[in-house]
């Protein structure tokens, strides 16, 4: 059974870099598939943030280009978000995820994880 | 990229169907058949029912299905029971491996 669980600090103060990493059990990511990040804000819905393939290919939401950069370490079998410059509006339990065969849906997901962009 | 439109809310009565529409553009919803839909109870984190418009992952109920005509896509649940009350995610394939979701519809049961 694939499982996916999100680690990092909960509280990021404004204009830092907010950096999360998400680690995988049941599951080799260097076997393939894309691996993903999506946040939502409290009270509002889901929003795609980037994927990854274990070969170190990524695919951005052009909302967040400039910002964001998710990266692979397949020793720990886990990958990594970081979003810089950090605003309020950042403030979401973010979901890391597993792109299910075909790419074209999230099959696994983590449990989420709160982050509060705050002084 | 802007989010796909669902209506806020839906309600039914156990028994009976629903529908929720998805409604993007000819970049996203309209021009792929990879359209997924995700169940969320509060607090829990989203799961697919349906992907690729109606094929369903293994373990879902039949009574979820999933169809898309030209730029929106739907969702009908029949036989609406207590457990189906959740919040529903549409998502798009929206190329270059790229994807959006819908703002999202509460279903209530009534």
């Known amino acids: 059974q694939v499982q996916l669980q999100e680690s990092g600090p909960g509280l990021v103060k404004p204009s830092e870099t907010l950096s999360l990493t998400c680690a995988v059990s049941?599951?080799?990511?260097?076997?393939?598939?894309?691996w993903g990040w999506i946040r939502q804000p409290p009270g509002k819905g889901l929003e795609w943030i980037g994927s990854?393939?274990?070969?170190?290919?990524?695919y951005y939401n052009p909302s967040f280009k400039s910002r964001v950069t998710i990266s692979v370490d397949t020793s720990k079998n886990q990958f990594s978000l970081k979003l810089s410059s950090v605003t309020a509006a950042d403030t979401a339990v973010y979901y890391c995820?597993?792109?299910?065969?075909?790419?074209?849906?999230?099959?696994?997901w983590g449990q989420g994880t709160l982050v509060t962009v705050s002084s | 990229q802007s989010a796909l439109t669902q209506p806020a809310s839906v309600s039914g009565s156990p028994g009976q169907s629903i529908t929720i529409s998805c409604t993007g553009t000819?970049?996203?919803?309209?021009?792929?058949?990879?359209v997924s839909w995700y169940q969320q109870h509060p607090g829990k984190a989203p799961k697919v029912m349906i992907y690729?418009?109606?094929k369903w992952p293994s373990g879902v109920s039949n009574r979820f299905s999933g169809s898309k005509s030209g730029n929106t896509a739907s969702l009908t649940i029949s036989g609406l029971q207590a457990e189906d009350e959740a919040e529903y995610y549409c998502c798009s394939y929206a190329g270059s491996s790229t994807f959006v979701f819908g703002g999202g519809t509460k279903l209530t049961v009534l």
């Open positions: 690729d418009v109606s």
């Open positions: 990854i393939h274990y070969s170190g290919n990524t």
């Open positions: 000819s970049s996203d919803v309209g021009g792929y058949n990879y």
């Open positions: 049941g599951y080799s990511i260097s076997r393939g598939y894309y």
């Open positions: 995820a597993r792109l299910g065969s075909g790419l074209t849906y999230f099959d696994y």
